[in-house]
T-cell receptor
Framework: ETGVTQTPRHLVMGMTNKKSLKCEQHLGHNAMYWYKQSAKKPLELMFVYNFKEQTENNSVPSRFSPECPNSSHLFLHLHTLQPEDSALYLC????????????FGSGTRLTVV | SQQGEEDPQALSIQEGENATMNCSYKTSINNLQWYRQNSGRGLVHLILIRSNEREKHSGRLRVTLDTSKKSSSLLITASRAADTASYFCATDSGNTPLVFGKGTRLSVIA
């Protein structure tokens, strides 16, 4: 265990469903991130939260909606997704300003059918 | 936008050989980091090298950084089958999140 826990590990959803991905960190970090990893593409940064405030939204479609209720929890709410949204969604956390690496969760493998 | 770009995209070597992966980037950085990812899992931080450092070691890993060429290399010595994974470089330019490359897929054959 890395200290960053993502649930569920796998998710299959239809295009009309609504689901949520959850990320939890117990490292005392002050920044959390959502990345999307598709086959043969670099990791794409989706959202950044520093001290619960969203500081970056990388032109992500509105069908992805993040929520950060406190500095330890991060959610990604999904609705009316497309098949091309199928990917591995990775959550990470870090302590901003320390120049130390990110700690990643194991990811949620999402399949949209 | 993509910052780091790894080379080669895929590398296959025999157990015991050394593996070298390269990373090039475009803009000034504070530090450069290397990560490892086993298939379908999260990334694991391996090593960080600061912009004022030229070389760093950690166990069987050796990282070099050439800021004049905007490039870095990761050397894994005496490779093992368990080193089979994808390796990513990521750059930190200050107050921006890490930007990752596409990665190098390393296969170590026993």
């Amino acid at each position: 265990e890395t200290g960053v826990t993502q649930t569920p590990r796998h998710l299959v959803m239809g295009m009309t469903n609504k689901k949520s991905l959850k990320c939890e960190q117990h490292l005392g970090h002050n920044a959390m991130y959502w990345y999307k990893q598709s086959a043969k593409k670099p990791l794409e940064l989706m959202f950044v939260y520093n001290f619960k405030e969203q500081t970056e939204n990388n032109s992500v479609p509105s069908r992805f909606s993040p929520e950060c209720p406190n500095s330890s929890h991060l959610f990604l709410h999904l609705h009316t997704l497309q098949p091309e949204d199928s990917a591995l969604y990775l959550c990470a956390s870090s302590q901003e300003g320390t120049g130390v690496g990110y700690t990643f969760g194991s990811g949620t493998r999402l399949t949209v059918v | 936008s993509q910052q780091g770009e790894e080379d080669p995209q895929a590398l296959s070597i025999q157990e015991g050989e050394n593996a070298t992966m390269n990373c090039s980037y475009k803009t000034s950085i504070n530090n450069l980091q290397w990560y490892r990812q086993n298939s379908g899992r999260g990334l694991v931080h391996l090593i960080l090298i600061r912009s004022n450092e030229r070389e760093k070691h950690s166990g069987r890993l050796r990282v070099t950084l050439d800021t004049s060429k905007k490039s870095s290399s990761l050397l894994i010595t005496a490779s093992r089958a368990a080193d089979t994974a994808s390796y990513f470089c990521a750059t930190d330019s200050g107050n921006t999140p890490l930007v990752f490359g596409k990665g190098t897929r390393l296969s170590v054959i026993a």
